[in-house]
């Protein structure tokens, strides 16, 4: 989020003179705009480049690309310069998720395929979730979104499986279980992890984009993890 963000890497004051700093959020993350005014073009240009090298060290691992770069664009560069392969089961996202990792340019050779999976008969069928599973813990669940993410793995024979379930809204929502809860499982060689988002807010277009920018992430995050590994 940007208030979080602005913690870590600082604002005008924490960068060079004649440099200003300009957080522009939006549904799925925030572009960062650095400015330098300068009689010299060649000053303005060495101050943001100094300015930019202050900023990646600062955001770290936040930073999945500069300039004109995307964050499905980023993952897809990932999955393709070493050869993995990734599967997706999605609930409340049916397949928004899917789509993001197809805009780019040659994903077939690491998008294996995936599955909508929105009601629970097919979360069973498709995936192989358990009827136990979803009795006991719901299909807004981390065990739910784990089995998800390991189904679809295997059936498609990919490196890694990701899965989103969640409650998109504006309705459905419970106590325990609001509306904008979602799980993101994903299932790698190194086993399991899953991600719990709350409050998203109740609008549904809005949680779904969320959702799917979040499952990116993790799935950047996890890749460049199996990688240093």
């Known amino acids: 989020g940007e208030s979080d963000l602005s913690q870590i890497?600082?604002?005008?004051?924490?960068?060079p003179d004649g440099v200003t700093i300009a957080?522009?959020?939006n549904l799925t993350g925030v572009r960062i705009r650095l400015t330098s005014i300068s009689e010299s073009p060649a000053i303005a240009h060495e101050q943001l480049v100094n300015a930019e090298n202050i900023l990646l060290e600062r955001a770290g691992k936040w930073v999945f690309g500069v300039r004109e770069d995307t964050l499905?664009?980023?993952v897809g560069s990932l999955l393709q310069k070493f050869g993995l392969t990734v599967a997706t089961a999605e609930s409340c996202t049916s397949g928004m998720l899917g789509a993001a990792l197809t805009e780019t340019h040659g994903s077939s050779k690491w998008y294996n395929g995936g599955a909508c999976v929105y009601s629970n008969e097919s979360k069973v069928t498709l995936c192989g979730v358990s009827k136990d599973t979803l009795f006991e813990h719901g299909a807004v669940s981390r065990e739910t979104a784990r089995e998800l993410a390991a189904g679809i793995r295997e059936r498609l024979q990919a490196d890694i499986g990701i899965s989103i379930t969640g409650i998109a809204g504006p309705g459905g929502g419970t106590a325990s279980k609001p509306v904008g809860t979602v799980w993101i499982g994903i299932h790698g060689p190194n086993g399991y992890q899953a991600e719990k988002l709350l409050n998203l807010g109740r609008d549904r277009h809005q949680n779904r984009k969320r959702a799917v920018a979040a499952a990116l992430n993790i799935l950047r995050l996890t890749v460049e993890q199996e990688l240093a590994s």
């Open 9 to 15: 890497v600082g604002d005008n004051d924490d960068f």
């Open 23 to 25: 957080y522009l959020p």
């Open 72 to 74: 499905h664009g980023a």
